[in-house]
T-cell receptor, first 115, second 112 residues
Framework: SAVISQKPSRDICQRGTSLTIQCQVD?????MFWYRQQPGQSLTLIAT?????????ESGFVIDKFPISRPNLTFSTLTVSNMSPEDSSIYLC????????????FGPGTRLTVL | QKEVEQNSGPLSVPEGAIASLNCTYS??????FFWYRQYSGKSPELIMS????GDKEDGRFTAQLNKASQYVSLLIRDSQPSDSATYLC????????????FGGGTRLMVKP
């Protein structure tokens, strides 16, 4: 599978600020996804990052709060906007194919703490 | 009812024993199922995928799927302390492309 990297690996931010997380894959992939994992919880899908078009957001997540870009088939960014302490989580990107049997592979994650 | 359910644990087993992890799902039409392992502070890593009813074996791991009863399980034989982690069950709900819904995870502790 393609290797995924994320930057930054962790950050501590002040309330009201924004943070952009980068996800880089070492080869072209069809699908890229962004997840949130709150402390002690499982993974929740935020959105599917679509190359060249607007991301597809899951219920409870909106573009104004979590704008996503995907300019090409190897790169995506997630911005967490106007942060509050409730946004403190691990943010993970993953990649996979389009078929329902295709596996998803995860990046190392970004641990975000909002003070 | 949650779409994918797991017992949160912790499940504690002695070293060398068989660990049995279970997962139930709500969408009867789901066709693909995945088990991920997540060590504390790390991202999930794929252990196995299963698509057909029955057993699928890979080394010490066996995935079992029963679509009629809507459950999928993971057996770990000869459990080792290094198997101590949270195990996440993921299901492709509604066969929505490659989108996965995760269970809450089961924490496994293997005691030497």
């Amino acid at each position: 599978s393609a290797v995924i990297s994320q930057k930054p690996s962790r950050d501590i931010c002040q309330r009201g600020t924004s943070l952009t997380i980068q996800c880089q894959v070492d080869s072209q992939v069809t699908m890229m996804f962004w997840y949130r994992q709150q402390p002690g919880q499982s993974l929740t899908l935020i959105a599917t990052a679509n190359q060249g078009s607007e991301a597809t957001y899951e219920s409870g997540f909106v573009i104004d709060k979590f704008p996503i870009s995907r300019p090409n088939l190897t790169f995506s960014t997630l911005t967490v906007s106007n942060m509050s302490p409730e946004d403190s989580s691990i943010y993970l990107c993953s990649h996979g194919g389009q078929g329902f049997t295709d596996t998803q592979y995860f990046g190392p994650g970004t641990r975000l703490t909002v003070l | 009812q949650k779409e994918v359910e797991q017992n949160s644990g912790p499940l504690s087993v002695p070293e060398g024993a068989i660990a049995s992890l279970n997962c139930t799902y709500s969408d009867r039409g789901s066709q693909s199922f995945f088990w991920y392992r997540q060590y504390s502070g790390k991202s999930p890593e794929l252990i196995m995928s299963i698509y057909s009813n029955g057993d699928k074996e890979d080394g010490r791991f066996t995935a079992q799927l029963n679509k009629a009863s809507q459950y999928v399980s993971l057996l770990i034989r000869d459990s080792q302390p290094s198997d101590s982690a949270t195990y996440l069950c993921a299901v492709n709900i509604n066969n929505a492309g490659n989108m996965l819904t995760f269970g809450g995870g089961t924490r496994l502790m293997v005691k030497p």
